[in-house]
């Protein structure tokens, strides 16, 4: 098994180890390191205790349900019929600095929490993504103004979300520099399109690849500066 390399970021050790190890144990070895800060980050910042019996029983459940969640096609929202109800779905994407869709995620949660909830959990979540992949540098842009204005400390937080934008924040300390800007719903297609993901998959999931066309279409209007206009 190939050593991890400290001087480097996870997402380059993950790309050393695609030359060596197999997908399926690379997806347990990435799972089982992410739950590993995951779990470094509650011990230290909420003070949250963690069994080594604890976490094993995450990252197996996380692993399980992750297998369950590739069962499912990435399809177009239009054409899913499966959709959960009395949720409210999240989703976010990454980009690189051309544009290129390197992450994508989307969850449901139920109803009993807020849209406003919902947005907030997107923005903290797409936060540990980028972390995840080692991104030091980053560009927020979200179209819920109350989440952009919280984070931002122009509004007063509302109470619903405090206790998200707070750890929000807390991860943005880790950066070099960060930035987060409001734009308008029809500049926010890609991440709106895992939105509606969400409506289909009650667990976390993640895509590293094989974005859907419809997606891929919205990635590639967006690097090629196509406009949008609002209705």
């Given at each position: 098994m190939p050593s991890f390399d400290p001087d480097l970021d996870l997402y380059s050790n993950i790309q050393n180890l695609k030359q060596n190890v197999s997908t399926e144990n690379l997806e347990k070895i990435t799972i089982g390191w992410w739950f590993i800060w995951f779990i470094?980050?509650?011990?230290?910042?909420?003070?949250?205790?963690?069994?080594?019996?604890?976490?094993?029983i995450l990252i197996r459940n996380f692993i399980k349900n992750w297998r369950n969640s590739l069962n499912h096609d990435m399809d177009d929202p239009s054409q899913t019929t499966n959709n959960l109800e009395n949720v409210n779905p999240f989703g976010f994407i990454i980009r690189d600095e051309k544009g290129e869709l390197i992450l994508a995620e989307a969850k449901a949660i139920h109803n009993s929490y807020s849209i406003l909830q919902a947005e907030a959990m997107g923005l903290r979540e797409g936060l540990k993504g980028a972390l995840f992949l080692g991104i030091k540098n980053l560009i927020i842009e979200g179209d819920n103004l109350v989440v952009v204005n919280s984070i931002n400390r122009v509004w007063q937080i509302p109470w619903e979300i405090n206790n998200i934008i707070c750890d929000a924040e807390m991860d943005l300390t880790t950066l070099e520099s960060f930035s987060v800007r409001h734009c308008f719903r029809e500049a926010n297609q890609a991440a709106d399109f895992m939105a509606n993901q969400g409506h289909t998959t009650p667990d976390l999931r993640y895509w590293f690849s094989s974005f859907a066309p419809p997606l891929s279409l919205i990635i590639r209007k967006d690097a090629l500066g196509w406009p949008t206009s609002r209705a």
């Open positions: 470094r980050n509650s011990v230290t910042f909420k003070q949250e205790s963690f069994s080594s019996s604890q976490a094993c």
